[in-house]
T-cell receptor
Framework: AQSVTQLGSHVSVSEGALVLLRCNYS??????LFWYVQYPNQGLQLLLK??????LVKGINGFEAEFKKSETSFHLTKPSAHMSDAAEYFC??????????FGTGTSLTVIP | DSGVTQTPKHLITATGQRVTLRCSPR?????VYWYQQSLDQGLQFLIQ???????AKGNILERFSAQQFPDLHSELNLSSLELGDSALYFC??????????FGPGTRLTVL
């Protein structure tokens, strides 16, 4: 069975500090991995995805994530947080591109 | 703009009523997914359709049903509504093996 665990339902960082949002997955077959961002009263927006190939994936708004098979992780990072990064972030895993499994989300607060 | 459209944006109705939410996927996407998002339950997967056929079922109540039509648009029917059904309902679409693209959602309020 597939599952996603996001460690930390709330993360606070100072403006300009490193953003690190953690995601661990469980999958019996090679997964496709995704990060989504949700701003208040909006739908989820794709930040980045990993399917095959390079394990370091760059996404929009300066975010990137690294697929580490040995650690079953796909943590999201950004070197310098902006106020506009405050939002809810969801990690998701898909097997074979069909059913998706979403984590419970991490709310990011950026402190000025 | 993800290319996925949902109507209506807001819906206010009373307990016991029935409503229909509509979703048009991105051009070329054969898969449609429905999700419910509420403060206490988070993002819950309801059901997936692929090219008109049900592909996967999640935490969908028996009072809820969905279908995908030949033109690939989908409808989610919610009946015998309860206060607890108040939530944001999202539709997403994808190609096989691709990322899901989400619509803006329908906010349902049951009074």
């Amino acid at each position: 069975a597939q599952s996603v665990t996001q460690l930390g339902s709330h993360v606070s960082v100072s403006e300009g500090a490193l953003v690190l949002l953690r995601c661990n997955y469980s999958s019996s077959v090679p997964p496709y991995l995704f990060w989504y961002v949700q701003y208040p009263n909006q739908g989820l927006q794709l930040l980045l995805k990993y399917t095959t190939g390079a394990t370091l994936v760059k996404g929009i708004n300066g975010f990137e994530a690294e697929f580490k098979k040995s650690e079953t992780s796909f943590h999201l990072t950004k070197p310098s947080a902006h106020m506009s990064d405050a939002a809810e972030y969801f990690c998701a895993v898909s097997v074979g591109g069909n059913q998706f499994y979403f984590g419970t989300g991490t709310s990011l607060t950026v402190i000025p | 703009d993800s290319g996925v459209t949902q109507t209506p944006k807001h819906l206010i109705t009373a307990t016991g009523q029935r409503v229909t939410l509509r979703c048009s996927p991105r051009s070329g996407d054969l898969s449609v997914y429905w999700y419910q998002q509420s403060l206490d339950q988070g993002l819950q997967f309801l059901i997936q359709y692929y090219n008109g056929e049900e592909r996967a079922k999640g935490n969908i109540l028996e009072r809820f049903s969905a279908q995908q039509f030949p033109d690939l648009h989908s409808e989610l029917n919610l009946s015998s509504l309860e206060l607890g059904d108040s939530a944001l309902y999202f539709c997403a679409s994808s190609v096989v093996g691709g990322a899901q693209f989400f619509g803006p959602g329908t906010r349902l309020t049951v009074l």
